[in-house]
Each structure stands twice: as C-alpha cells, then as structure tokens.
C-alpha cells in the first residue's frame, strides 16, 4: 500500500470528510442550526415588534390629528361666540346710549319749557306793571282832552323800551 497513491489518498481523505462530517453533525450542527433558528426567530420578532410600533404609531397620529381636529373645531366655535357676544354687548351699548340721549334730551325739553314758562310768567308781571304804571300816569294826569291825552299814551309807550 502506497500512501501516495491517488486512490490511498482518495481513500483517506473520504474517510477523513466522513469523520468530520459525522463530528460536524453530532457536535456543531445543532447548535449551529439552533443558533440560526434563533437567529430567524429574533428577526422575525423584531419585524412584529416594528410593524406593531408602526401600527401605534399610526394609531397615535390619527389620535393626534382627531385631538387637533376638535380642538380647532373649538377654538372655532369659541371665535364665533366670543364674537356673537361682542356684537351683543355693542347693541346692548348703543341701545342704553340712546335710551340716555332720550333721556337727556327729555331733560333738555322740560328745562327749556320750564325756562320758556318762567320767561313768559316774568314777561307778563313786566306787562303787567307796565300796563299798571301807564295806567296811573295816565290817570293822574289831568286831560281835557282827547288830543292831549292820545299823545301822553304815545310819549309813553315810546320812552318804553323792551328788553
């Protein structure tokens, strides 16, 4: 027996691969195997675990725009009647402003009345007096006659002098 031969060779390196191979599988492939597997399993977990954070993710974004959504809706509505009370309290201003302009303007009226009254109570006793001082003049005054006595009463209502 040659160990140079081809064939020898051929031989031993079979037998040697056969030997390695039955090592291999009883001592390294399982583990190697198992290794992948759990390998494969990780990955496989990882992928769920990221669809299920993109999923939440989403959920949490359409959570977030709803959120949104209805606090603008709020914030409208609350413009809306901000500015319907603004309107209101405006209206409610001006109608108590003219409701005091009527009034003052009322008061106005009753004091000029009043004043125009006094005015013209006074402008009578002035008349009054008047027409009573005219009246003793005339009468102590001794007319003969008519003449005379027409032109006392024009001397007289000339050297009146109205105010």
Same mark, same amino acid.
């Given at each position: 027996?040659?160990?140079?031969?081809?064939?020898?060779?051929?031989?031993?390196?079979?037998?040697?691969?056969?030997?390695?191979?039955?090592?291999?599988? $009883?001592? #390294?492939? &399982?583990? /190697?195997?198992? =290794?992948?597997?759990?390998? !494969?399993?990780?990955?496989?977990? +990882?992928?769920? @675990?990221?669809?299920?954070?993109?999923?939440?993710?989403?959920?949490?974004?359409?959570?977030?725009?709803?959120?949104?959504?209805?606090?603008?809706?709020?914030?409208?509505?609350?413009?809306?009647?901000?500015?319907?009370?603004?309107?209101?309290?405006?209206?409610?201003?001006?109608?108590?402003?003219? $409701?005091? #302009?009527? &009034?003052? /303007?009322?008061? =106005?009226?009753?004091?000029? !009345?009043?004043?125009?009254?006094? +005015?013209?109570? @006074?402008?009578?006793?002035?008349?009054?007096?008047?027409?009573?001082?005219?009246?003793?003049?005339?009468?102590?005054?001794?007319?003969?006659?008519?003449?005379?006595?027409?032109?006392?009463?024009?001397?007289?209502?000339?050297?009146?002098?109205?105010?």
């Amino acid at each position: 027996m040659n160990l140079t031969s081809p064939e020898t060779l051929i031989f031993w390196m079979t037998l040697f691969f056969i030997i390695f191979f039955l090592l291999l599988k $009883k001592f #390294a492939w &399982k583990p /190697i195997l198992n =290794a992948v597997k759990e390998r !494969e399993e990780s990955i496989e977990n +990882a992928l769920l @675990e990221a669809d299920k954070a993109r999923e939440e993710m989403a959920r949490l974004k359409a959570d977030n725009q709803k959120i949104l959504n209805e606090a603008r809706a709020e914030r409208d509505q609350m413009l809306k009647e901000a500015k319907v009370m603004k309107e209101q309290i405006i209206a409610q201003a001006k109608e108590e402003a003219q $409701k005091e #302009a009527a &009034k003052e /303007i009322e008061k =106005a009226k009753q004091v000029i !009345e009043s004043e125009k009254q006094a +005015a013209i109570k @006074e402008l009578k006793n002035e008349v009054s007096e008047l027409s009573i001082n005219m009246a003793e003049k005339v009468l102590g005054q001794e007319l003969k006659d008519k003449d005379a006595q027409l032109k006392y009463i024009e001397k007289l209502v000339s050297d009146i002098k109205l105010n």
